[in-house]
């Protein structure tokens, strides 16, 4: 168990709909960081924040927003689904964003769009 | 620059043999190398790391060779075994890509018993 959870493990939803996925760090890290995989397709770095404030953006579409909340949760957005965002959506976290820090990851949720 | 290219894609491995893995790289400013172990339906995990003032890292049967001149990292794993079986991610970052993980693609590694 890495300590960051995620919620929900599972989420089914038509084309055209928006859904939000939910990750809690690891109790005193910083940064969470986003990560989509696609099946037995590699990590596809989403977005990172550190302390409330977006750090990074990799390769987020349009419709996907984040957002890191005061007591550091974050949360993910995705809207006007297509099915080609099914997928395992990752969290992760990691003490902070300066440093060369392990980045710990949720157990994902995977994303069905029908 | 900033891509990590890892191979083979697929990998296996009798027990008891070596698995190795290999990546490459172009951005020389890359200093922090880890790889990261996944099983089926889990998150990655850091399995073991290294910084470019080492050419080898050694944890268990896991060892990190690292080349600088060539700019190639690799793993290996020794006397692999069926609980080995999992995808295996290489990556690299640095300061000037803000400290942000450039993954490679995966290696999905199967130990045949």
């Known amino acids: 168990d890495s300590g960051v959870t995620q919620t929900p493990k599972h989420l089914i939803t038509a084309t055209g709909q928006r859904v939000t996925l939910r990750c809690s760090p690891r109790s005193g890290d910083l940064s969470v960081y986003w990560y989509q995989q696609s099946l037995d397709q590699g990590l596809q770095f989403l977005i990172q924040?550190?302390?409330?404030?977006?750090?990074a953006k990799g390769n987020i579409l349009e419709r996907f927003s984040a957002q890191q909340f005061p007591d550091l949760h974050s949360e993910l957005n995705l809207s006007s689904l297509e099915l080609g965002d099914s997928a395992l959506y990752f969290c992760?976290?990691?003490?902070?964003?300066?440093?060369?820090?392990?980045?710990?990851f949720g157990p994902g949720t995977r994303l069905t769009v029908l | 620059q900033q891509q990590v290219k890892q191979s083979p894609q697929s990998l296996i491995v009798q027990k008891g043999g070596i698995s190795i893995i290999n990546c490459a790289y172009e951005n020389t400013a890359f200093d922090y190398f880890p790889w990261y172990q996944q099983f089926p339906g889990k998150g990655p995990a850091l399995l073991i790391a290294i910084r470019p003032d080492v050419s080898e890292k050694k944890e268990g049967r896991f060892t990190i060779s690292f080349n600088k001149s060539a700019k190639q990292f690799s793993l290996h794993i020794m006397d692999s075994q069926p609980g080995d079986s999992a995808t295996y991610f290489c990556?690299?970052?640095?300061?000037?890509?803000?400290?942000?993980?450039?993954w490679g693609a995966g290696t999905k590694l199967i130990i045949k018993p």
């Open positions: 924040y550190y302390n409330g404030e977006e750090r």
């Open positions: 992760a976290s990691s003490v902070g964003g300066v440093s060369y820090n392990e980045q710990f």
């Open positions: 990556a690299a970052s640095s300061e000037d890509s803000n400290y942000q993980l450039i």
